[in-house]
T-cell receptor
Framework: QQQVKQSPQSLIVQKGGISIINCAYE??????FPWYQQFPGKGPALLIAIRPDVSEKKEGRFTISFNKSAKQFSLHIMDSQPGDSATYFCAASTVRSGSRLTFGEGTQLTVNP | DAGVTQSPTHLIKTRGQQVTLRCSPKSGHDTVSWYQQALGQGPQFIFQ???????QRGNFPDRFSGHQFPNYSSELNVNALLLGDSALYLC???????????FGSGTRLTVV
C-alpha cells in the first residue's frame, strides 16, 4: 500500500523559531510532493510543492528539502509566526495514478507568541 | 473568483440512512476529486471524476458513489451509513487530471 509517513504528530515552537516537519514515502513512482496547510473548519490549502528533479524549493518563509535517495522530504518554516499555527500535511502523487494525493497523518503546529 | 463550494457545511444522519453531498468546482476547473478526512487524520482519496466519468477510485466500498454533471459540479452519495462514515468530506477541483488541486472547506458528516 502506498504510504506517506509524517512526523512529528505535534510541534510547538516559539515565535521567530524554525518549524521542521518530516515525511517519508515508500513508492518510488511518486513524482509530485506538495505540502498543505489546514486551519480548523477549512479545507487544506496548497502551501508549496516540489518535484524530484530538484533538492530544494523556497517560497518566502517556506522551504521544502527533498532527498530522493532516502525517500524523504521536509518542510521548513523560517521565522515562525502565531498565524502559522495550523495542521500541516505532506502528500505525494504520481501522474500515472491520475494525480490522486496520498496524504501523511498531519502535524499540528503551535507557534507561541 | 469563487473557489470550490461545498454544501451542506454540516449534516447529521442516522445509521442506515443515505446522504448526498454536493460540490461546485472552482471556475475553470473540470475535474473533481472527493476525499474523506476522519478526525485527526489526513484526507483519504475516495474517487475522481473527469468528463462525467469516474476515472480513479480509492479503497472505499460500493456504498460510496458519485456523479459529475455537464457543468462539472459533482455529488457524492453514501448509502447505508455507518457510524464510521462520520468525517469531513472534502471536494477538490483541478484543471484536467493533474496537479494544482483547490480544496473546498468540506462537509462535516455526523452519523448517529
Amino acid at each position: 500500500q502506498q504510504q506517506v509517513k509524517q512526523s512529528p504528530q505535534s510541534l510547538i515552537v516559539q515565535k521567530g523559531g524554525i518549524s521542521i516537519i518530516n515525511c517519508a514515502y515508500e513508492n518510488t513512482a511518486f513524482d509530485y510532493f506538495p505540502w498543505y496547510q489546514q486551519f480548523p473548519g477549512k479545507g487544506p490549502a496548497l502551501l508549496i510543492a516540489i518535484r524530484p528533479d530538484v533538492s530544494e524549493k523556497k517560497e518566502g518563509r517556506f522551504t521544502i528539502s527533498f532527498n530522493k535517495s532516502a525517500k524523504q522530504f521536509s518542510l521548513h518554516i523560517m521565522d515562525s509566526q502565531p498565524g502559522d499555527s495550523a495542521t500541516y500535511f505532506c502528500a505525494a502523487s504520481t501522474v500515472r495514478s491520475g494525480s490522486r494525493l496520498t496524504f501523511g497523518e498531519g502535524t499540528q503546529l503551535t507557534v507561541n507568541p | 473568483d469563487a473557489g470550490v463550494t461545498q454544501s451542506p457545511t454540516h449534516l447529521i444522519k442516522t445509521r442506515g440512512q443515505q446522504v448526498t453531498l454536493r460540490c461546485s468546482p472552482k471556475s475553470g476547473h473540470d475535474t473533481v476529486s472527493w476525499y474523506q478526512q476522519a478526525l485527526g487524520q489526513g484526507p483519504q482519496f475516495i474517487f475522481q471524476y473527469y468528463e462525467e466519468e469516474e476515472r480513479q477510485r480509492g479503497n472505499f466500498p460500493d456504498r460510496f458513489s458519485g456523479h459529475q454533471f455537464p457543468n462539472y459540479s459533482s455529488e457524492l452519495n453514501v448509502n447505508a451509513l455507518l457510524l464510521g462514515d462520520s468525517a469531513l468530506y472534502l471536494c477538490a477541483s483541478s484543471l484536467g487530471i493533474g496537479d494544482g488541486y483547490t480544496f473546498g472547506s468540506g462537509t462535516r458528516l455526523t452519523v448517529v
